[in-house]
């Protein structure tokens, strides 16, 4: 089954292992046959992200920064899922949820590398501007 198998990411760059991941099982609103009361087909995953040492410290801040609403006060990632009506594929879909959380983190954002306002810009829009001046200027009552 999934539960038993570590999440490899980044080209195996990062692996978080199984034993960092508790799972819980609940019941599940919506669809569910005949057995919808008595199946826990809901899986949510628990991630302790400020504890794990698999994470590098970048990927770590990263993911802090990017999932914060959704941690716990112990600074645990909750993921959860109930779009199938069996356990085993709402795992699967934990996982694939997490991973992407942290494939995401895994990427360092752009630097952005400020560009200086080119000269003919400039130019251009104090012409505009002399031009609306002046021309408001001839809207006003003439001097005496």
Do not use: Y
Not at 122 to 129: F, S, T, Y
């Amino acid at each position: 089954m999934a539960r038993d198998k570590h999440i490899r990411l980044g080209d195996g760059a990062v692996v978080i292992p199984a034993e960092e991941l508790s799972w819980q099982f609940v019941r599940s609103s919506g669809p569910g046959g005949q057995h919808v009361n008595r199946t826990s087909s809901k899986a949510v995953v628990r991630f302790d992200v400020r504890g794990s040492p698999s994470l590098p410290e970048a990927v770590r801040r990263r993911l802090l920064a990017a999932v914060a609403p959704r941690l716990t006060q112990e600074g645990h990632l909750l993921v959860t899922s109930q779009r199938f009506r069996d356990q085993a594929r709402n795992v699967d879909d934990c996982l694939a949820k997490l991973s992407a959380l942290v494939e995401r983190a895994l990427r360092p954002p752009k630097v952005r590398r400020p560009t200086k306002v080119p000269r003919s810009v400039v130019a251009r829009r104090l012409e505009v501007k002399r031009r609306r001046s002046s021309t408001k200027a001839l809207r006003r009552r003439p001097a005496e």
